[in-house]
Each structure stands twice: as C-alpha cells, then as structure tokens.
C-alpha cells in the first residue's frame, strides 16, 4: 500500500481490507490512523466494508480461536523471532512438556469433540517443537515442518506437507495409525520412525516396530514395502520404485538431538541440509561444492556452525544480505 | 505532578485526545459513545503497565479498536438478553432477572462460530494462508513473516490482505463476530 495515500485496490471492499492491516501493523503509525479517517469519511459504503473486515479481523486475536487453530497452545514460536535462530534443546524439551501439562486436557476434550476435525501442527524455520497428539502419541517436529492430524474413532491419520518428523506411536489396535507423505501411505503397529519430506524426496526411517509403505489409498502402482529396526526406504515422489536399505538411526534421528550427522557427504549436501534450519541460506561456490565433509555438526546457531566449518575445510564465509557464500581459502 | 513524560503513553493520549473522540464518532456516528470508548483507552492505559509501545498515538487508535469492538459485543448479548425477555426464556429469581438461555447451546454456537473462523482458513491458497496464519495466529510481525517465508515485505502484506479480503467474502457478517 501506499503509505502517502489511499490504497489502491478497486473496490471499497478490497481497500478496506487493505487500509485494515495497514494500521493495525506494528509499524504502522498515527499518519495512517489520520488518512484511513479522511478515507472513512468520504462514503459510508467505506465505513460499512472497513467495520466489517475489522471485526473479522480482531475476530482471529480471540485466544480461545488460536487454541482451536492449534489445539497444543504452542502457537509463540519457542525462540523469539528477534534473535538468531539457535535451538535450545533442553528448553524445548521443558517448554513442551509444561505446556502438555497444562493443555493435555484441554487439547484432548477439542480433538475429540472436534474429531474428526483437522488439527495443524506448523513450525518455522530453526525451530523444533514436540506435540503429544490426543491418543499418547508423541511427535517431535523439524525445522520449517507442516501436518495435519485427524484422530477418529476408526483411526489416526497424520498428513506430513513439508518438512520432517519422528513419531512415537503409542499402540492401539483398534485405531490404525497412518502418516500419508507425498504420494505414499505410512502405516505403523505401535512403534518409532522418522518421515520427511524435502523437494519431493521422501525418506522414512524405522527406529523401532514395523511400518508398511505403499500407496496411498486409490492410488494403485507402486509396491508396498515392509520396514523394520533399521531400515530405510527413500523415494522420489511420483517414482515408479522406492529404494530401501539399511541405515544409521542414530544419524537419521540425530536432529532430534539437536544436531546433524554426515558421512563423506559433499559441502553441497552439508549446505543443503543446513539451510533447512537457517534464515540465511548458505551456497557453496562451484570450486568447493564438491569438497568432501564427514562430522558431526551442532545446530546452534548459523554463525557458529559457520565457524566450525571454516574450522574443518579449506573454506571462507562471505556474508552478503541475502545468504552465505562459502569461498575457497 | 506531572507524570506524562514518565508516561509515553499518557502523553500521547493528553495530545490526541480530539483526534481520538473524532475518530471513535466517525465510527460509532455518536459523539457521546465515542467519549466513552476514549474514557476506555484512558482507564486502561492509567491502570495497566504497558512497557514499551513503539508508536504511542497509533497503539491508543487500536487499543480503542478492540474497547469499542468489546462495547459493542457487550451491547449485542444485552440486546440477546432483552430479546429472550420477550420470548420467556428468563424467569424471575428472588426479583432478579435471571437468564434461562441453556449455557450449553451459547457455548457450542460461539465454538461453532470460532470453529467457523478456523476452518475458513482452508480455503485460503498456501502462501496466503501462511502469511496470514504467521501474522495474526503466530504474531510475528510483517517483517518476521517476510523473513520466515523468505519473501519481500510488501508480498507479505499483499497476501494478508488478500486473505482478510477472501475471509471476508467466506464469512457472513452473522458468523463473524461479536
């Protein structure tokens, strides 16, 4: 919008909307306040749309709305935005765990009233956050992660849009547990796994239990895979076959730890992976992409991790304003 | 004694104290209205402690927003409340009025109608479902949700008010609010 006058948005519906987020912003300032009443009062066709989209706005700070958005009350991100990401394990942890005390209740008696109504679960990028869902299970969050959970009588189903998460499954054979990822379906019998889902490239990782994956439902085509302790399966959505193999579950479930682990993976993987967790993207040049990185990595903030692989490889930061390029020495 | 200028706030409110009473009468079409929605903002900032306000003037013209939003709502339920008068949902109780209205059915359509709010949410497109979502549900402020979505500041507010605007035309004014 236009800060010196009017907005511009056709109709008085659509810059009542506008002049509505304009000065109820922080930024916004008593200049706006006076300009949006020489816009009031010029029709009432104005005053009428604007009382309208405040009320609807002001409608969605109701605290008892945001609980219903997200049943858990955890909506504050667990860091303060203002400061650079840094992930502090023990406090989510701690964060988490009063909060489920408080809201177990709470959370529970809306899931079940509202079931099998969807409930979202979203964290933003650096941050983690667990969520104990209404049947006992646990699932902790990755950075930048979107589900959606929906909890019936008949069953449990969590859709992963983005990001990564390990679940906890607390077993209840009357009520199947799903996780539906890109174009597949992961169906567990009470045990541990790990599911992301990064540029169209899922990868489920079993900790503990069996998990089935296969299609999803009146999807047909793809063959359906049995996964144990130890297994992994990765795929490229839409792909005709997934690939399975055993895998390190310690390094696929290191993030819940608060770190990443990497074997001979190039600085293009390790600034790939990375940058799930950072504000600012990080961007190896093209001479140093294919540098070879095995070690263990804190996530604890993009300047020191920075640091430390200025530490290990024969690298410099340059930092810019829109991301980190990773120099040769 | 003077305690303004310890008091930003204050301050502010003694400067724009016309400009709020002619603001609130635009919006309430009554001057008298209007002044009780300013002595509002005045016993809310003089009771409670605020800290830090960034923009003294325009945090009193929102403050007085949510008052008057509240005032109304509060005019509405005594209207409701009028109104089951009439249809004999209240009976008299030692010479009290006392509302029959089962709390049960008021619970479950103010629920109904947050539920209502929420589920609007899914119509909205995923990038100005998010902003929105990280903005008002989140409280990041415009340039928080910028950077979380990795995206300029004005697409941030362009998204919001596309999606307040959509929000609108998803939801009555029955069902919206108050």
């Known amino acids: 919008m236009n800060r010196a006058g009017a907005p511009t948005y056709g109709d008085a519906k659509g810059e009542a909307a506008a002049w509505v987020v304009r000065v109820h912003s922080d930024a916004a300032t008593e200049d706006d306040w006076l300009a949006l009443e020489a816009w009031l009062a010029a029709s009432e066709t104005r005053q009428t749309a604007f009382e309208r989209a405040e009320r609807l706005w002001l409608a969605y700070d109701e605290p008892e709305l945001k609980r219903l958005a997200q049943p858990q009350g955890v909506v504050v991100p667990i860091e303060p935005r203002r400061r650079p990401m840094r992930l502090a394990w023990p406090r989510v942890a ?77 077993h209840d054979p009357a009520r199947p547990f799903e996780v539906l990822a890109g174009d597949q379906r992961v169906a567990d019998v009470g045990t541990r796994f790990d599911v992301s889902l990064y540029a169209r490239m899922l990868t489920v990782t079993v900790a503990s239990g069996v998990v089935e994956v296969g299609d999803l439902p009146g999807v047909g085509g793809a063959p359906t895979y049995r996964l144990t302790a130890g297994d992994q399966l990765r795929r490229d959505i839409g792909a005709a076959v997934s690939v399975t193999g055993r895998a390190s579950v310690a390094d696929a479930l290191a993030w819940t730890n608060g770190y990443l682990i990497f074997r001979d993976a190039t600085l293009a993987q390790v600034a790939r992976a990375l940058n799930r967790y950072f504000a600012t993207p990080l961007r190896p040049a093209a001479s140093v992409a294919s540098l070879r990185f095995s070690g263990v990595l804190m996530l604890d903030g993009e300047d020191t991790v920075v640091g430390r692989l200025e530490g290990f490889m024969p690298v410099r930061a340059v930092r810019g304003a829109q991301e980190i390029v990773l120099q040769p020495r | 004694m003077d305690d303004s200028s310890a008091k930003p706030l204050l301050a502010a409110y003694l400067r724009k104290r016309a400009d709020l009473v002619r603001y609130f009468a635009l919006r309430l079409k009554s001057a008298a209205l209007a002044e009780d929605v300013v002595q509002d903002i005045y016993v809310r900032i003089a009771s409670a402690d ?102 300029s500041r004005s697409a941030v507010e362009k998204h919001i008010i596309a999606a307040l605007q959509q929000l609108v035309a998803l939801i009555g004014p029955e069902e919206d609010g108050a």
């Not at chain 2, 005594?78 to 006392?98: C, H, I, K, P, S």
């Open chain 1, 94 to 170: 701690a964060m988490a765990a009063s909060f489920i005390a408080a809201l177990a209740v709470a959370a529970g008696v809306y899931l079940w009233r509202a079931a099998p109504t969807a409930q979202t679960y979203v964290t933003a990028v650096g941050e983690v956050r667990d969520v104990r869902l209404a049947d006992g299970t646990h699932v902790r969050l990755n950075t930048d992660t979107r589900i959606t959970v929906r909890i019936g009588p008949g069953g449990r189903r969590v859709t992963l849009e983005r990001g990564e998460a390990m679940f906890d499954v607390t």
């Open chain 2, 50 to 151: 605020t800290g830090q306000v960034a923009n003294p003037s325009a945090y009193l013209y929102r403050l007085g927003a949510n008052l008057m939003l509240d005032r109304l709502k509060q005019r509405r339920r005594a209207e409701a409340r009028d109104e089951a008068w009439q249809e004999g949902f209240l009976v008299r109780m030692g010479g009290e009025a006392v509302a029959e209205d089962p709390p049960a059915d008021a619970a479950f359509a103010a629920r109904q109608r947050l539920r209502r709010l929420v589920s609007a949410l899914d119509d909205l497109p995923p990038q100005r479902r998010r902003a929105f979502e990280l903005h008002k549900l989140q409280g990041l402020s415009h340039a928080e949700t910028a950077a979380e979505m990795g995206i």
